[in-house]
């Protein structure tokens, strides 16, 4: 397990304990429970869903249990900070800090990453060279086939860009081409430079309702009251059909237009808690 590839415990956390399943049968939540030196076999999957927290008085028994080494544990305490931050300030500055600790390798991939998506024409442009004949002598057609429409500097400032971080090139037609067919931030990219990009993104499918008859695109809202299990199994779902979505696009061919596909679910609450949870609590 690779703890720098992570910037959210919660999710370090949940995809250790399914690793550590998958290679150690007999590897629960009572047996890490009692590693860590604590009571409750409980308290790891309220830490992952979100309901409890790791404390500083827990962190030091925690690390110990997760077999994490010196480095390894910096990384780790400030990623729970991190994680609990409120403020974009507060986290920027434990997410420099954190950037400190990274591998040479994993550094240079979250700095690419940051860059990419810090505009969201970065990623627009270079999904247009799977649709347009674009070279340096015809930039401006890109800037004009963006909805919105970008200015030629800003096609230009995105080529340069793509052509540094090596994610397009200049193809045998003479044309610039992505390397690679689909790039994807994935669950966890860093936070401060992804939720960004998010938030772009989201401002242009609110114009889009405006913009775009309901045959060019599908916008839909469905307010549910679920369970703690039943929210994890949604987003689960969410997962699956958005890596079914990446291998369409993979077996697609014969591009003529740049889509943007957002999916948003969301607490509208608090999470009332159970009262068994709450008897289990006053019972210790």
């Known amino acids: 397990m690779n703890v720098y590839a992570y910037y959210n415990y919660r999710k370090y956390l949940q995809d250790y304990y399914e690793y550590r399943k998958s290679v150690q049968r ?7 429970a009692k590693k860590a030196g604590y009571s ?3 308290l790891y999957l309220d830490l992952i869903r979100g309901r409890k927290s ?34 974009p300030a507060s986290k920027q500055q434990i997410f420099d800090q954190m950037s400190a600790h990274l591998p040479r390798t994993v550094k240079t991939l979250t700095k690419n990453q940051q860059e990419y998506y810090s505009k969201w024409y970065y990623v627009a442009v270079r999904e247009s060279l799977s649709v347009l004949n674009i070279n340096e002598k015809n930039i401006q057609e890109v800037a004009l086939f963006l909805n919105p429409k970008i200015t030629l500097p800003q096609a230009k ?9 090596g994610l397009i090139d200049l193809a045998e037609d003479g044309f610039y081409r992505s390397v690679n067919k689909t790039i994807s931030s994935g669950r966890e990219i860093a936070p401060i430079f992804g939720h960004q990009f998010q938030k772009q993104m989201i401002d242009l499918a609110k114009s889009a309702l405006d913009h775009y008859s309901t045959e060019r695109r599908n916008v839909s809202c469905t307010t549910m009251s679920v369970s703690a299990e039943g929210l994890e199994r949604i987003i ?24 943007e596909l957002n999916v948003q679910f969301f607490p509208l609450s608090k999470e009332k808690e159970s009262k068994s949870v709450k008897d289990g609590e006053d019972a210790k």
Do not use: W
């Open 54 to 87: 790791l404390t500083p008085q827990m962190l030091p028994k925690f690390i110990a249990a997760l077999g994490l080494n010196e480095r390894e544990s910096r990384y780790f305490t400030l990623m729970v900070d991190f994680t609990h931050a409120t403020t």
């Open 40 to 42: 409750s076999s409980g």
């Open 26 to 32: 007999y590897f629960s939540y009572r047996s890490f």
């Open 236 to 259: 689960n779902k969410i997962d699956v059909f958005r890596k079914e979505v990446l291998d369409i696009v993979r077996s697609d061919s014969g591009e003529t237009m740049v889509c």
């Open 157 to 165: 400032q995105a080529i340069q860009l793509l052509l540094d971080l």
